[in-house]
């Protein structure tokens, strides 16, 4: 009976959240000082800091630069100056890193990185492609979207879209729709992602590019099947200022196709349990009990996912008549 219960609360923890957990991307410094781990998977937060005393940890690189002559450290010390947010000392820094030991990947990136977060954009265009230039696999392969996201900047286009940022759309529909083979979709989920998490570091709401790096990513999230992760992620979107009303269609239309797994499920079980029902010889009567409650669990969790659906869509859609009233002409 134990491992009835024990099967009962995994399905039902499993089936209403999956919660992100730690031992992602890290970043170590030459030191050994780790300074961030990321969350598995493609829900982005942005890095989570853990360094204590930044001077400390400043002193301690500059010290083994002075001991070891290793650039890294220098370039280390930059970083955590970025982290800090002195983002002109760390731009002095790596220049004088550039003119000691020049063309160095991580350099022309962070130079890049620094000019944007000064609002700089064509000078960090220059220098991120000097550094896929010198590394074109560097940051999964996803730099190809840093110089879109910084084009859009330079020519300050008020209506930039996913399709121009990403180079694709997935429709206007409810549910986004590709032609995108399952290996482009994941390739492509995680350029987007490493370039959505790296952003949200150091921005934060309300970001108009942000937000429609992240509605894409919901979407690409979504065609991969991870619809509970979608909709963290569309609301992500939602939280940095993506308002399109399409953003609600899908949110709604991931509440569904979770409803319609469980409605899925309940019918599975109910046919395994009829089976089991109709042939009395050799039934072991714990077996049929344990389907018999995952069934109801089934079932419970499937109701108040449809009962979810149903306020979700009734808040959209009164929202959306508000929305339509206020924006319909004053005939008075």
Same mark, same amino acid.
Not at 19 to 41: H, I, P, R, S, W
Not at 230 to 259: M, P, T, W
Not at 283 to 304: F, H, K, M, N, R
């Given at each position: !009976?134990? *491992?009835?219960?024990?099967?009962?609360?995994?399905?039902?923890?499993?089936?209403?959240?999956?919660?992100?957990?730690?031992?992602?991307?890290?970043?170590?410094?030459?030191?050994?000082? !780790?300074?961030?781990?990321?969350?598995?998977?493609?829900?982005?937060?942005?890095?989570?800091?853990?360094?204590?005393?930044?001077?400390?940890?400043?002193?301690?690189?500059?010290?083994?630069?002075?001991? *070891?002559?290793? /650039?890294?450290?220098? +370039?280390?010390?930059?970083?955590?100056?970025?982290? %800090?947010?002195?983002?002109?000392? =760390?731009?002095?820094?790596?220049?004088?890193?550039?003119?000691?030991?020049?063309?160095?990947?991580?350099?022309?990136?962070?130079?890049?990185?620094?000019?944007?977060? #000064?609002?700089?954009? %064509?000078?960090?265009?220059?220098?991120?492609?000097?550094?896929?230039?010198?590394?074109?696999?560097?940051?999964?392969?996803?730099?190809?979207?840093?110089?879109?996201?910084?084009?859009?900047?330079?020519?300050?286009?008020?209506?930039?879209?996913?399709?121009?940022? /990403?180079?694709?759309?997935?429709?206007?529909?409810?549910?986004?729709?590709?032609?995108?083979?399952?290996?482009?979709?994941?390739?492509?989920?995680?350029?987007?992602?490493?370039?959505?998490?790296?952003? #949200?570091?150091?921005? *934060?709401?309300?970001?108009?590019?942000?937000?429609?790096?992240?509605?894409?990513?919901?979407?690409?999230?979504?065609?991969?099947?991870?619809?509970?992760? =979608?909709?963290?992620?569309?609301?992500? =979107?939602?939280?940095?200022?993506?308002?399109?009303?399409?953003?609600?269609?899908?949110?709604? +239309?991931?509440?569904?196709?979770? =409803?319609?797994?469980?409605?899925?499920?309940?019918?599975?079980?109910?046919?395994?349990?009829?089976?089991?029902?109709? +042939?009395?010889?050799?039934?072991?009567?714990?077996?049929?009990? %344990?389907?018999?409650?995952?069934?109801?669990?089934? +079932?419970?969790?499937?109701?108040?996912?449809?009962?979810?659906?149903?306020?979700?869509?009734?808040?959209?859609?009164?929202?959306?008549?508000?929305?339509?009233?206020?924006?319909?002409?004053?005939?008075?």
């Amino acid at each position: !009976m134990n *491992k009835l219960k024990v099967f009962v609360l995994v399905l039902v923890l499993i089936s209403f959240k999956t919660f992100a957990c730690l031992n992602g991307e890290t970043k170590t410094l030459k030191n050994g000082v !780790m300074v961030y781990v990321d969350y598995q998977g493609l829900v982005p937060h942005g890095h989570r800091f853990s360094v204590d005393n930044f001077s400390k940890l400043i002193l301690e690189l500059d010290s083994l630069y002075e001991k *070891k002559k290793n /650039i890294d450290y220098l +370039s280390d010390k930059g970083y955590v100056l970025i982290i %800090q947010g002195k983002y002109q000392e =760390a731009l002095q820094l790596y220049l004088n890193i550039e003119k000691i030991k020049p063309n160095r990947y991580s350099t022309a990136s962070n130079i890049g990185t620094l000019y944007e977060l #000064m609002g700089e954009n %064509q000078k960090a265009y220059d220098w991120i492609q000097k550094a896929i230039e010198i590394n074109p696999e560097s940051h999964n392969g996803s730099e190809w979207l840093h110089l879109r996201i910084l084009e859009a900047k330079i020519n300050n286009l008020s209506n930039v879209s996913g399709q121009f940022l /990403i180079n694709t759309s997935f429709g206007d529909k409810g549910t986004p729709e590709t032609k995108l083979s399952k290996p482009e979709l994941e390739v492509l989920a995680k350029a987007v992602y490493y370039q959505v998490n790296e952003r #949200m570091s150091f921005i *934060k709401p309300k970001d108009k590019v942000i937000s429609i790096l992240l509605f894409e990513l919901g979407n690409l999230v979504r065609l991969k099947g991870e619809s509970e992760n =979608a909709v963290r992620i569309y609301n992500l =979107a939602k939280e940095y200022g993506f308002h399109d009303e399409i953003v609600n269609a899908r949110i709604v +239309s991931c509440f569904k196709s979770r =409803a319609d797994y469980f409605e899925h499920r309940t019918w599975e079980l109910d046919k395994k349990l009829n089976v089991l029902r109709k +042939s009395k010889n050799g039934v072991d009567l714990d077996y049929v009990s %344990q389907i018999e409650i995952a069934l109801i669990t089934v +079932s419970i969790i499937g109701t108040v996912l449809l009962i979810g659906l149903l306020i979700l869509y009734f808040k959209w859609k009164k929202l959306k008549d508000y929305v339509l009233l206020n924006d319909s002409p004053n005939l008075n």
